[in-house]
């Protein structure tokens, strides 16, 4: 046993010091050691082995070096290795050689002693390392809470130093083995990919790197790996050491675990880190005053604790949990493993009493959160909890995924209620589009999206957190970007044109249908380009995350970004190139939206989201997280390192995950209350949604009603126009027939029918409403003014495309059914809903009559000598011009009597459906 000469460390155990306390930690996770930890004599003026490499040929090869480097300096050496040295007394730990517990290279000739060979005073494990030579490999092996991992990270901080002095030298890597055993796979493969994953370097590089032997593996938690790969994950290491001869290795793992393998690590050396003595125990305690007096009493008779005092770890616990306690307090306890329990218990406690910490959570739900949140990293061998990385197999049961999945979809359904709305704003001035199809198309598409993600079983969640400029990614990349969209539209095209052909109402023959061809390809192609460069810009993960869930956050704005670029993109596109039948606004939006869910990272934040949702329902998790995980930090539970949180030590994690069992009768009427405030608030939002759709809806249905009754007006008309006017023309002259005009004929023919029709139609006005008409009741009203003017602008919009084909004679449209105006207006005091159309001048012969005084018939003219009519009153009109509208009125109690009954049979149905699921969720949760 080696041994320094005591530090005379006077201990004060205080609030303020149990404020910045930390304990140690195991595996992959955080080594604070409150008041006691690993000394060893790190000399940097001791050279550690140099071997000659290539220096690299390009600078980019330099910078990825150094940045490699940086990521693991700052994160383990700055944010961990020195936060869990800070204000400590230490305490120097032997080490001694094992060598019966490696199988070494048989070009290794050495005798393999029989027994353990304590090393010379002063030597480090960096100093063993460096005497070993070329492709050095070691085994670290300690008891639970010995000081391994910080071993193993003062042997990186060593090797990161002299790198930094030397960036030629292989890179010091520090990676955690409890993930192989999530996936086992061949070591080449799961190295490419931790490197990926926790340090962001490219597939190409990785292979380059471990090609040329360019990496240093410090391998952390080989006992973490689950049992059932425990042993192939050590032949897969040993595989790996063979083919890479020169590759310096690393390995922690705790004895006991190791010593239970069937095979042995192939390694050089192997050493174990030594449990505290007796004398060194009684030194620390010593130091303390008499604030851990009660513990140096108890220790003479408690051979349990005996046992735990020799694991630095536990001594630093006894050093929180029993500072000024008495000894009628502790209770003498024969087992070892209910003495940890109760010292981790009494330590738990302790920490809940610390009046440095605001009291945001009670008791209760810090140990039910905790409890939870250990067993599920305990789980899946899970050092580092991060929680963009949080993923659909924290549900415990096929339920709750089916659950989670049934929320996103439910979450399409609310966006698919949106673009309905939107539609009833946005293309309603557009005639030319068959607006029904476009909603219809809208929903299907969003359907495929839906099933595309969730109903093929894909939960895997994946952000996209960074956006990187094309000019910065190598030629290669860009060009498999562009692969990649163009590779898209092969689907694309033919849904654009499919697309094309739904939404244009009326196309001409021949020249729309080749238009729809032609432009439902360029559709397809220009989604293709969006995709490819959607995927130019998508970078890698954050570098060094520093704020929780920054990456998802990262993605949502990155998903913004991706739809106001597909937004401007389509619609400086659409509306500058395309026909006026295919710009429709609401497709615009909707492929916008589904551009950035599905490439620009959406989806992950809708998932993300989810996810945390049903867990919060579930009461897993608060529904503020990190704030929850800083406020366990503060209460030394957990320690944050950047944008992650690990627990201080493993041995706590699996306390909570294993021994801990918290009191859930509060927190289930809590959530029992949150999940009523949830459905309720559900049903309230989507019955809003779906009241806006059903008035959509109701309004649709009212203007094809209206429409239609214009149309047969029209009908009326033409007929007055073509055929009884002509009949009467000889009578006309002579005295002024109003049934030969063909508008008063409509008004009564409406008249007529609003009143065999009383209990449908009997509150509908129709009005041919003019700005100069010859009959005073024609007049139109300012609202009706404003309708005109509104037609007129259409019309001459129309006027600058070809023209449609003349389809009625005298006072009819000449444009196509796109000029219309709708919306509500209120006549005399009551709220109507109103469609028109405009009357246009289009027959020379109308002019006869309406042009001036001098040219009217004979009969008109003395009517207006008469005084009959005012002077200039219904002349003046011009051919080809827009001289007033044909206004349908329709109550607006009417709208709402449809979307009533709409909204009501949705609803119900909503009802029906919901209380289905959750009768059905009860019965399965009940067995």
């Known amino acids: 046993m080696n041994q320094q000469p005591p530090h005379q460390h006077n201990l004060d155990i205080t609030n303020t010091s149990i404020r910045e306390a930390q304990i140690g930690q195991a595996g992959n996770d955080l080594q604070?050691?409150?008041?006691?930890?690993?000394?060893?004599?790190?000399?940097?003026?001791k050279l550690i082995g140099r071997r000659q490499v290539n220096l690299p040929t390009q600078q980019e090869e330099y910078r990825f070096r150094k940045v490699l480097l940086n990521k693991v300096k700052q994160y383990w050496v700055n944010g961990v290795l020195e936060k869990s040295l800070h204000n400590q007394a230490l305490i120097e730990l032997g080490i001694e050689e094992r060598l019966d517990l490696v199988e070494q290279p048989s070009s290794i000739i050495k005798e393999i002693p029989n027994e353990c060979q304590p090393l010379s005073e002063n030597q480090s494990v960096s100093d063993v390392f460096n005497q070993m030579g070329e492709g050095r490999t070691l085994l670290i092996l300690g008891e639970p809470g010995a000081g391994k991992t910080i071993t193993l990270l003062k042997l990186a901080q060593d090797l990161i130093t002299r790198t930094e002095e030397d960036l030629s030298q292989p890179i010091p890597v520090i990676l955690n083995l409890s993930s192989w055993g999530n996936n086992p796979q061949k070591f080449n493969d799961w190295l490419i990919e931790e490197l990926n994953s926790k340090y962001q370097i490219s597939t190409e590089l990785s292979k380059d790197w471990m090609r040329n032997e360019q990496l240093i593996l410090l391998l952390d938690g080989l006992d973490e790996v689950k049992v059932e790969y425990r042993s192939s994950c050590v032949q897969a290491i040993n595989q790996f050491s063979q083919e890479h001869g020169l590759t310096e290795i690393v390995v922690c793992s705790r004895i006991q675990d190791y010593q239970a393998l069937s095979n042995p690590l192939q390694l050089q050396a192997a050493i174990y880190i030594q449990s505290l003595t007796p004398q060194q125990v009684n030194q620390y305690l010593d130091s303390a005053g008499s604030q851990l007096e009660a513990v140096k009493t108890l220790l003479e008779e408690d051979t349990a604790l005996q046992e735990l005092v020799k694991s630095p770890l536990i001594l630093s616990v006894i050093t929180l949990a029993y500072q000024?306690?008495?000894?009628?307090?502790?209770?003498?306890?024969?087992?070892?493993?209910?003495?940890?329990?109760?010292?981790?218990?009494?330590?738990?406690?302790?920490?809940?009493?610390?009046?440095?910490?605001?009291?945001?959570?009670?008791?209760?739900?810090?140990?039910?959160?905790?409890?939870?949140?250990?067993?599920?990293?305990?789980?899946?061998?899970?050092?580092?909890?991060?929680?963009?990385?949080?993923?659909?197999?924290?549900?415990?049961?096929?339920?709750?995924?089916?659950?989670y999945q049934i929320e996103i979809i439910l979450i399409g359904i609310i966006v698919i209620g949106l673009i309905l709305f939107l539609g009833r704003t946005l293309d309603l001035d557009n005639d030319k589009i068959n607006l029904f199809n476009v909603l219809t198309i809208n929903i299907l598409?969003?359907?495929?999206?839906?099933?595309?993600?969730?109903?093929?079983?894909?939960?895997?969640?994946?952000?996209?957190?960074?956006?990187?400029?094309?000019?910065?990614?190598?030629?290669?990349?860009?060009?498999n970007a562009l692969k990649y969209g163009l590779s898209w539209s092969l689907i694309l095209s033919p849904m654009g044109i499919l697309w094309c052909y739904i939404t244009w109402e009326n196309p001409k023959w021949p020249i729309g249908y080749e238009k729809i061809l032609i432009f439902g390809t360029i559709l397809g192609l220009i989604f293709a380009l969006?995709?490819?460069?959607?995927?130019?810009?998508?970078?890698?993960?954050?570098?060094?995350?520093?704020?929780?869930?920054?990456?998802?956050?990262?993605?949502?704005?990155?998903?913004?970004?991706?739809?106001?670029?597909?937004?401007?993109?389509?619609?400086?596109?659409?509306?500058?190139?395309?026909?006026?039948?295919?710009?429709?606004?609401?497709s615009i939006i909707s492929w916008g939206l589904i551009l950035g869910l599905l490439f620009g990272g959406g989806i992950s934040v809708i998932q993300h989201f989810s996810l945390r949702f049903i867990l919060w329902v579930k009461g897993f998790i608060p529904h503020n997280l990190a704030r929850f995980l800083d406020y366990a930090s503060e209460r030394v539970f957990l320690q944050k390192v950047g944008g992650g949180y690990i627990f201080v030590h493993r041995i706590l994690l699996e306390h909570f995950a294993t021994r801990i069992h918290s009191s859930q009768s509060e927190i289930r009427n809590t959530y029992k209350t949150i999940k009523i405030l949830f459905v309720g608030g559900a049903i309230i939002i989507i019955s809003l949604i779906y009241g806006t759709v059903c008035l959509n809806f109701a309004e649709f249905q009212l203007k094809s009603q209206a429409n239609m009754l214009i149309s047969a007006m029209d009908a009326v008309r033409k007929y007055n126009h073509d055929y009884i006017t002509p009949l009467l023309r000889t009578e006309a002259d002579e005295k002024l027939l109003m049934e030969s005009i063909p508008t008063f004929a409509v008004n009564?023919?409406?008249n007529v029918f609003a009143a065999a029709y009383k209990n449908d139609y009997g509150d509908y006005i129709y009005k041919s409403a003019m700005i100069n008409p010859s009959n005073l009741n024609d007049k139109a009203t300012l609202e009706e003014i404003k309708i005109i003017e509104t037609l007129k602008q259409q019309d001459l919009d129309t006027q600058r495309q070809p023209a449609g084909q003349n389809i009625d004679q005298g006072y009819q449209d000449q444009v196509a059914v796109q000029n219309i105006d709708q919306g509500y207006v209120k006549i005399e005091d009551r709220d109507y809903f109103y469609t028109s159309r405009p009357i246009k001048i289009t027959d020379k012969t109308c002019l006869s009559c309406h042009s001036t005084l001098e040219k009217a018939p004979q009969s008109l003219q003395v009517l207006y000598k008469q005084g009959k009519y005012v002077a200039n009153q219904g002349f003046g009109w011009e051919l080809n011009t827009v001289i007033g509208a044909k206004v349908v009125y329709v109550p607006a109690t009417e709208v709402y009597k449809i979307a009533q009954k709409d909204f009501i049979i949705l609803v119900g149905a909503f009802i029906l459906i919901s209380a289905v699921v959750i009768i059905a969720m009860s019965i399965l949760y009940s067995h």
């Open 748 to 750: 009564q023919v409406f």
């Open 324 to 403: 000024g306690k008495k000894v009628e307090e502790l209770l003498q306890i024969a087992s070892v493993e209910k003495r940890r329990e109760h010292l981790f218990n009494t330590y738990i406690e302790r920490m809940f009493k610390r009046k440095e910490v605001n009291q945001q959570y009670s008791k209760d739900q810090v140990i039910h959160w905790l409890n939870w949140l250990a067993q599920k990293m305990y789980q899946t061998s899970q050092s580092v909890f991060l929680i963009e990385k949080m993923q659909p197999n924290l549900l415990q049961s096929n339920v709750q995924k089916n659950l």
């Open 530 to 586: 969006i995709i490819g460069l959607i995927r130019s810009f998508k970078g890698s993960e954050i570098e060094i995350k520093t704020i929780p869930n920054q990456g998802i956050i990262k993605s949502f704005y990155n998903a913004v970004i991706v739809v106001l670029v597909s937004w401007i993109i389509l619609f400086l596109i659409i509306f500058t190139l395309f026909p006026q039948g295919l710009q429709s606004k609401t």
């Open 445 to 479: 598409l969003w359907s495929l999206v839906l099933w595309w993600n969730f109903g093929r079983g894909k939960v895997e969640i994946e952000t996209f957190e960074t956006l990187t400029w094309p000019w910065k990614k190598t030629q290669k990349d860009l060009l």
């Open 32 to 45: 604070q050691i409150q008041y006691v930890t690993v000394y060893e004599s790190f000399s940097l003026a």
